[in-house]
């Protein structure tokens, strides 16, 4: 079983910053590929960016490309979001989560949720 904890949430004007982090536990971290997804009011859970055990082969969904920054610490246990250049439509409760699989932005393939973290743009 694995478990994983979300915070870094909060509230930020557009064009601000905040960093989420994903604490995990549970079995061997460094053996799953992790994934950030979101879900904003009235929307499907979207991928968002996504990154493999070893720290390489990041992946980001189109709108957030240049503006986010997916990364991990596995002495840490730890995985990370830095989100730069806020915009309103980033705003949406942000869920982490861990695959056994490739990188995927298919969310079935993710095995392990977090109960997500809340981020608020205000224009």
């Known amino acids: 079983q694995v478990q994983l904890v979300e915070s870094g949430g909060g509230l930020v004007q557009t064009g601000g910053s905040l960093r989420l982090s994903c604490a995990v536990s549970g079995r061997t971290f460094s053996r799953y590929n992790l994934g950030w997804f979101r879900q904003a009011p009235g929307k499907e859970r979207e991928f968002v960016a996504g990154i493999g055990w070893r720290g390489g082969s990041a992946v980001y969904v189109e709108s957030v490309k240049g503006r986010f920054t997916i990364s991990r610490d596995n002495a840490k246990n730890t995985v990370y979001l830095q989100m730069n250049s806020l915009k309103a439509e980033d705003t949406a409760v942000y869920y982490c989560?861990?695959?056994?699989?490739?990188?995927?932005?298919?969310?079935?393939?993710?095995?392990?949720w977090g109960q997500g973290t809340q981020v608020t743009v205000s224009s």
């Open positions: 989560a861990a695959t056994s699989s490739a990188v995927s932005v298919v969310r079935p393939l993710y095995n392990y």
